[in-house]
């Protein structure tokens, strides 16, 4: 770990000057890290006060996927940046991840601070490694793979001298480098704590990934002392069921003396006097409270199983004997609305894993494919379930009322306002949920006021009044592309990053596999006890129909359906469609899937139909599909 003592700004301008007009060492003032970042900086053809030509930086699609690689990393680490930045808050500085390339993937900062910062490029997209911004704090660590501060004239680019930075690397279960943790501010405000604050939150980060990624292992948490368990201190050694090491935080390994090496190499019954099934035993006999646990060494911790009840611990895993089976869950509010599509499965897993984390979620999908069923239920299964579930519908009021709607106003705050004034959806949803559906439709001037009561977690009514504390899980939704919007200037692409904590997409009712499934639980919902069916010509035509409406309009078929059914009728046929639906359905028995087409034209006619059925009547957009320019459309629509 490298921290100051500080050398003079001027000494270090000069120092550098020497090593890069004349390629002389620095002197003994600078210290060997910095002589060697400087010196990586040089050899990277970087000039101090030249001009900048950055070749890493991403932006849009490209960073939308950088950060669904680094999704783990950005996940455990958010909570705690939001812990740190409360630490750090009003002192002219920033909380930075960056990935393992030094790409900047998350941030959080004090908003009189940020203005400055874009100027250097702190923000989202930007690369700070060492090889396009020469030294500073997060190049640097990346770098030397340690912790590492850099003040002032100690960054090798001038442009960089007014900051002060200090980061730190996180570290995988399994020692590889998942991306850096750094404060950035003036150098004004300097305080001699940062880098030791920042590096127990790179531990924290540490820890919550290798209590994720190992969660299916036995995770020995450790310490010297029985009340270290579960602090930030104490460390973590993750074993397979027959006691091999395979994953640690870096605590631990240095508590045994390990390294990343030992990783796959060591057994439990190397590391640890006494057997592990006899010390599991003694666990389960105690309860689970912290027991003593000798090294081969001599020296003695406590410990005791992450997350594991001592009364189910199968103590011997090889032996064909089958642990005991957990009770069977009850079905949640998620589970319900499973009928088996994997793709949305998926999407639900994702969900569930990062409840409660204060990670805000981005439902994507057309419309009508469930986003806020999805959203009630993550609410009704999160840690804030019983407390109020808010919606808002971004596309559904006027532009001058959403302002007021979203964060209330004080009496009289304007014309027409109730005398009373109104607390507005964000202070109705405190202490629980609140969902912007369509906020790809929000107005630009109230994405900018969204993301200040975001960034600062506080809310002021329309009119004046104290700001109020705000908390609230986010969760938005969209049909848009919110990456695209951001490329067009239509959304703002700090904010996009605010409310994309986890981007999950629900598949169209025309992609999913469980439409079955759900046709049949739909009609149980509607009818209970009337056990009503669907025609076989009819099921297979609403298979092959694309449904454009989505669930919506499944739900709605089947609501007028039922509704025109007799009473001795249990069974549903094309007598009980809408007569706007039928067409389109009997239509559908004659594209591709039903009667071949005789001859090119009918097969012209059959791709041009399903293109416009697909866009929904979007002439371009059906073009762009079938990969001919839109007059040719156009002229062969006119032609039939």
Not at 79 to 93: G, I
Not at 168 to 184: F, H, K, N, R
Not at 194 to 211: D, F, K, P, Q
Not at 518 to 532: E, F, H, I, K, V
Request: hydrophobic share 40%; aromatic share 4%.
């Amino acid at each position: 770990m490298r921290s100051h003592p500080l050398v003079p700004a001027q000494q270090l301008r000069q120092a550098r000057q020497r090593l890069t007009e004349q390629g002389l060492a620095p002197s003994p003032g600078v210290d060997a890290l910095l002589a060697r970042s400087w010196q990586r900086s040089l050899t990277a053809g970087l000039s101090p006060v030249g001009r900048l030509h950055c070749q890493d930086n991403l932006a849009g699609p490209e960073l939308q996927r950088s950060r669904a690689l680094s999704h783990e990393l950005i996940s455990h680490s958010e909570p705690v940046m939001e812990h740190l930045f409360e630490q750090v808050r009003h002192s002219h500085s920033m909380v930075i991840l960056a990935d393992p390339q030094g790409v900047l993937m998350h941030t959080r900062g004090d908003l009189d601070f940020l203005s400055k910062a874009e100027r250097v490029a702190l923000t989202c997209g930007a690369s700070w490694a060492e090889s396009q911004r020469g030294t500073n704090a997060i190049g640097t660590a990346l770098a030397e793979a340690q912790e590492v501060e850099i003040h002032g004239a100690e960054h090798y680019l001038e442009r960089n001298g007014f900051l002060t930075c200090a980061a730190a690397p996180i570290v995988s279960a399994q020692g590889q480098l998942m991306g850096i943790l750094d404060i950035s501010g003036e150098q004004r405000s300097r305080h001699p704590h940062t880098l030791g604050l920042v590096g127990t939150a790179a531990r924290m980060i540490e820890n919550s990934l290798v209590m994720a990624s190992c969660r299916h292992q036995l995770v020995l948490q450790f310490h010297a002392r029985a009340e270290g368990i579960g602090s930030v201190a104490q460390g973590l050694l993750a074993f397979s069921e027959d006691g091999w090491l395979v994953g640690a935080n870096r605590k631990g390994l240095a508590l045994l003396g390990l390294g990343v090496a030992d990783l796959q190499r060591s057994a439990w019954s190397q590391l640890f006097e006494r057997g592990m099934q006899a010390w599991l035993g003694s666990l389960r006999q105690s309860g689970g409270r912290p027991l003593l646990l000798r090294t081969q060494r001599g020296e003695a911790f406590y410990a005791q199983l992450q997350g594991r009840s001592p009364a189910v611990l199968t103590l011997a895993p090889r032996t064909g004997t089958a642990p005991l089976a957990p009770e069977a869950p009850q079905e949640d509010a998620l589970q319900r609305l499973d009928s088996g599509d994997a793709r949305w499965r998926a999407a639900a897993d994702k969900a569930r894993r990062v409840l409660g984390k204060d990670i805000p979620l981005l439902v994507l999908g057309e419309s009508g494919v469930g986003k806020e069923l999805f959203a009630k239920a993550l609410h009704e299964i999160s840690p804030r379930r019983g407390r109020p579930f808010v919606a808002l519908n971004c596309a559904a009021l006027p532009e001058s009322l959403i302002e007021a709607e979203l964060f209330g106003y004080a009496p009289g705050a304007f014309t027409g306002a109730r005398s009373q004034g109104a607390a507005g959806r964000l202070r109705e949803a405190q202490g629980g949920t609140l969902f912007l559906d369509e906020i790809g439709d929000m107005p630009l001037a109230l994405q900018t006021r969204l993301l200040r009561v975001l960034q600062e977690r506080e809310v002021q009514p329309l009119g004046g009044g104290a700001p109020v504390a705000l908390d609230v899980q986010l969760l938005c939704a969209t049909h848009q592309s919110l990456a695209q919007a951001v490329s067009e200037g239509r959304f703002r692409a700090d904010l996009y990053y605010r409310i994309n904590g986890l981007a999950l997409q629900l598949p169209p009712l025309r992609e999913r596999s469980d439409l079955e499934a759900l046709l049949d639980r739909l009609l149980q919902s509607l009818a209970p006890d009337q056990g009503l069916t669907l025609e076989p010509a009819l099921r297979e035509a609403f298979r092959a129909y694309d449904w454009p409406g989505n669930l919506r309009q499944l739900h709605q078929v089947l609501r007028t359906a039922v509704a025109l059914l007799s009473p001795q009728e249990s069974r549903i046929g094309w007598a009980h469609l809408p007569d706007d639906l039928l067409p389109q359905l009997q239509q559908r028995q004659h594209l591709p899937g039903g009667r071949p087409a005789q001859n090119l034209r009918e097969l012209s006619q059959q791709a041009i139909a399903q293109a416009l059925e697909n866009t929904r009547g979007n002439v371009s957009a059906a073009a762009r599909q079938l990969g001919i320019a839109r007059q040719t459309l156009y002229r062969r629509l006119q032609a039939g």
